[in-house]
């Protein structure tokens, strides 16, 4: 895989490098986030491994600019800060997968393949239907009665999780490692959060409701 490798402490930077060459990866490294955020724009990789805190443009920024440019490109994003929020922000400024400082190595390279998976298992032409509201994959859009909707990645996926399963019941620990991957802390409520942001955007002023909380089991999407 051509991974890009944004991190700016040097022995972090080269013990991940490392690892992953040694898997068979090629890594391209980038010490700040303006030369980061123009390898990523100027050249064809397969993944970004992104810190958070960088020179010149933090890691929140250049996530939010590459994803401008490149919709389809999984970006992995590592940072010291751990908390729900410090995630959802993340989430939000368009990253794909959060993984937080410090970390096992195996976990890293979990994560990638379960982002490569993602990445590789979506073909042209899948499209995922419930009631009118309509998901494409490949392009990654997503409407409801002709109307677009706009959702970050991890909104995204989420949405894709559920429509991919409807009309079944997902308990949060599938929804935990499907969205997130392994080692979910599941005690958080980052999936309530994600819930109520789908929510909003697809539901909201609609009189047919399409999510639905199933008490006890977990959630469904069914139209």
């Known amino acids: 895989m051509n991974i890009l490798l944004i991190e700016d402490e040097p022995k972090v930077a080269g013990f991940i490098k490392k690892g992953l060459e040694e898997q068979f990866n090629q890594v391209t490294l980038a010490y700040d986030g303006n030369m980061g955020c123009r390898l990523a724009l100027e050249n064809d990789f ?4 992104l810190d958070v805190i ?3 443009i933090n890691g929140l920024e250049v996530c939010k600019q590459i994803r401008q440019f490149k919709k389809e490109l999984p970006i992995l994003m590592l940072s010291a800060l751990g908390t729900v929020g410090d995630k959802v922000h993340g989430f939000e400024n368009g990253a794909d997968d959060y993984l937080t400082k410090p970390f096992h190595f195996d976990e890293l ?3 990638i393949k379960a982002l490569d998976r ?4 979506v073909s042209i032409g899948t499209v995922f239907q419930v009631a009118d509201l ?6 990654k859009t997503v409407t409801r ?5 706009m959702l970050t ?3 995204f996926t989420f949405l894709e999780v559920l429509m991919y399963n409807k009309n079944r019941v997902l308990s949060r620990v599938y929804i935990a ?3 997130w991957g392994i080692n979910f802390d599941r005690g958080t409520n980052l999936i309530d959060v994600y819930i109520n942001y789908l929510r909003n955007k697809i539901d909201k002023g609609y009189p047919e409701q399409l999510i639905h909380t199933i008490i006890g089991m977990g959630y469904m999407i069914k139209g």
């Open 46 to 49: 397969e993944l970004v491994i």
């Open 145 to 149: 009665g002709g109307k677009m909707i």
């Open 109 to 111: 390279l979990a994560r």
């Open 177 to 179: 490692e499907s969205v």
């Open 153 to 155: 990645a991890k909104e």
């Open 134 to 139: 309509q998901m494409d994959s490949y392009r």
């Open 54 to 56: 960088l020179p010149h």
């Open 118 to 121: 993602r990445r590789t298992m």
